[in-house]
């Protein structure tokens, strides 16, 4: 029989592992952000299975290290020297970035955790004559991301699918990723044109991983099919 | 006879305590999502026979045994999803290349808004860097970016054996 001293020694056991409670002290104040690059990655997966090498790139030499914004900033911000991604597919260049700030067609600008914009437009918001925040109308997909411990905030999911809402009818993919998950989100994003809900996507559920990396694939495909 | 010499009431506590000794601040994040509750739907029972009895959605507190599941979940997002997603992202990262620009040996080339670009390090681990002190912050202190590291898959391992012995210890359907 399981005492209560067997279980405050599983209890410490848990806590003072080197991935216990010193694990969430490393990890609390980036822990959004180490979820926005877990996301970026699935970007990264979903290209290099397309048959595609991404490449690392950055506003100002090479990405050593690859640095991801720690809040929302503009594409063409050179405060440090922040990374994205850049692939050709079918001749169509395609950027991946996180944390940058869109132009949605009312004029109000937002941030997009994740996003996959056309490279033209990118580089156009970059050059030096030109400097802007890109417009909805390069916005090929984009993802809100949020790690969560308990519940996922319904709010979240209001807030982005109004932000969704600003960034026109051009843009082919956008979804709520989390690793959490909240029962009402889910009928909440069924209306056609709603973000999908990429709710548990974590490493712990390989089928989630793929449904994201899967809807990726799918819509460069077919944008850049001939 | 049930299984555990104590019941949920109990280990809650105990857990909550060794979680607020250890880092108020986790135990504040886990007793959040304690507290955030939970919906049901509730039935409204009808004496008239010919009406449908009424459902309506409630919002009621976890039970003990849920909310021992529920701070587990919580400190596994902590102590084994994120060392995950920095691992995911690592691996990802490491099949990616770097664009690197012209002034440095060239060796293939690819066309980009610099020009010619050299492309290093496939296949190779890539420093990540999560940026602290934000562009728009006016103080600053402490260390500017922190790098995402990747975790031993042994430790990853030993830390679901930990939570997975524990769950079966805060299961009460047995008892």
Request: with cysteine.
């Amino acid at each position: 029989m399981a005492t209560l001293a067997d279980l405050e020694s599983a209890i410490d056991v848990l806590l003072n592992h080197p991935l216990g409670v010193s694990q969430y002290q490393l990890v609390r104040s980036i822990e959004e952000k180490a979820y926005e690059a877990y996301v970026f990655g699935l970007c990264l997966r979903a290209v290099r299975e397309l048959g595609v090498t991404p490449i690392l790139r950055s506003i100002s030499g090479p990405p050593i290290p690859f640095v991801f914004r720690g809040a929302p900033g503009q594409i063409h911000s050179r405060s440090r020297n922040y990374g994205y991604a850049e692939f050709t597919l079918n001749g169509q260049d395609f950027e991946i970035h996180a944390g940058v700030e869109f132009r949605g067609t009312s004029g109000m600008t937002h941030e997009l955790d994740v996003c996959i914009i056309r490279g033209l437009d990118a580089r156009a918001c970059r050059n030096p004559q030109s400097l802007d925040d890109p417009h909805a109308a390069g916005l090929v997909g984009g993802w809100e991301c949020k790690f969560y411990a308990g519940n996922l905030q319904k709010v979240l999911g209001r807030a982005f699918v109004g932000l969704i809402d600003d960034m026109g009818s051009n843009v082919r993919l956008t979804g709520l990723c989390s690793n959490s998950h909240h029962p009402q989100l889910r009928d909440y994003f069924q209306p056609q044109r709603r973000p999908y809900p990429h709710l548990r996507l974590t490493p712990l559920d390989s089928s989630n991983e793929n449904i994201f990396v899967n809807q990726i694939k799918g819509e460069l495909k077919k944008m850049t099919a001939a | 006879m049930g299984i555990h010499a104590y019941n949920s009431e109990q280990a809650l506590e105990l857990l909550i305590k060794k979680l607020t000794d250890a880092d108020a601040t986790l135990a504040d994040v886990v007793q959040a999502a304690i507290d955030a509750g939970k919906d049901v739907s509730e039935v409204e029972p009808t004496t008239n026979r010919r009406k449908k009895a009424r459902r309506y959605r409630k919002t009621v507190p976890f039970s003990r045994e849920e909310a021992l599941r529920i701070a587990l979940d919580a400190l596994q997002a902590y102590f084994i999803e994120q060392p995950l997603f920095a691992g995911a992202a690592a691996d990802s990262f490491a099949e990616a290349a770097i664009g690197v620009p012209p002034q440095r040996v060239y060796s293939y080339r690819v066309v980009g808004d610099a020009g010619s670009l050299t492309l290093e390090g496939k296949g190779v681990d890539k420093d990540v860097e999560i940026e602290v002190q934000t562009e728009t912050q006016l103080s600053r202190t402490g260390v500017e970016t922190i790098p995402l590291k990747r975790t031993s898959q042994e430790q990853i391992n030993e830390q679901r054996h930990h939570v997975a012995i524990l769950r079966d210890m805060i299961d009460f359907s047995a008892d």
